[in-house]
């Protein structure tokens, strides 16, 4: 059974950087597009940013330039750098494949930006 567990989250004042991390159980990074999503309270959850197979990325507007996404095949891990993080990026960080598969969302790690 593939499981993803999220990490990394926390407490961080505007303009601070956190790096979350993503691991899988099982093999599924090697040939699948991967994303990290978030939710924030009351709020849909969105898609922040994937990187393929082959390491392109992609990213929401609103976090281009102060997020990066990157993945370790074999490790099996996919992360996400933050800096100069808002207020408004506060919310539980989830990692999935992309497109999503709804039968793997893991527990998410929370990020709070707040001074």
């Known amino acids: 059974q593939v499981q993803l567990v999220e990490s990394g989250g926390g407490l961080v004042q505007p303009g601070g950087s956190l790096r979350l991390s993503c691991a899988a159980s099982?093999?599924?990074?090697?040939?699948?597009?991967m994303g990290w999503y978030r939710q924030a309270p009351g709020m849909h959850r969105e898609l922040v940013a994937v990187i393929s197979s082959d390491g392109t990325t992609t990213y929401v507007y609103s976090v281009k330039g102060r997020f990066t996404i990157s993945r370790d095949n074999a490790k099996n891990t996919v992360y996400l750098q933050m800096t100069s993080l808002k207020p408004e990026d506060t919310a539980v960080y989830y990692c999935?494949?992309?497109?999503?598969?709804?039968?793997?969302w893991g527990q998410g790690t929370q990020v709070t930006v707040s001074s």
């Open positions: 099982g093999s599924i990074f090697s040939s699948n597009a």
């Open positions: 999935n494949k992309y497109p999503r598969t709804d039968t793997l």
